[in-house]
């Protein structure tokens, strides 16, 4: 079969350089990621990057505790507990709207937080009372 050419008052459309020029590869967005272990305590937590959309952290042994700026409203940050055995992963932000801290109990857990301005919010993980993200009252 032929094939057929649309035709309008403009003429036939783009050429085929326009159309090349025009074609967007459907990639997914690679977003900058930061491998960091946790501090040992809350006075020594590791501060993750707010430059950095995601943050691997490997817990061990007095290695187990991150804290979180205030990121500008909108930002996304996703915290990967990346491995560390049974060694908890706790995450410190500085404004939370949830409550004080959030608590990984096993690797291979993550949490996506925004900032609203304000507090930083949760917006998806593994989220309960009493196992995997645990989230603690102020």
Not at 29 to 38: F, N
């Amino acid at each position: 079969m032929a094939e057929r050419i649309l035709t309008s008052a403009y003429g036939t459309g783009p050429g085929s350089r326009v159309r090349l020029a025009n074609t967007r590869v459907a990639d997914p967005e690679v977003l900058s990621i930061e491998d960091v272990a946790g501090g040992n305590g809350e006075g020594n937590a590791t501060a993750l990057s707010l430059t950095k959309t995601v943050s691997a952290v490997t817990t061990g042994t007095n290695s187990s505790h991150v804290s979180l700026a205030d990121g500008v409203t909108g930002q996304v940050k996703v915290i990967c507990h990346k491995s560390g055995g049974s060694t908890e992963l706790v995450i410190t932000p500085a404004n939370f709207a949830n409550g004080a801290t959030i608590t990984s109990d096993a690797a291979s857990r993550s949490i996506t937080l925004c900032f609203d301005g304000t507090n930083w919010q949760v917006i998806a993980g593994e989220i309960t009372g009493t196992q995997e993200m645990v989230i603690a009252a102020p």
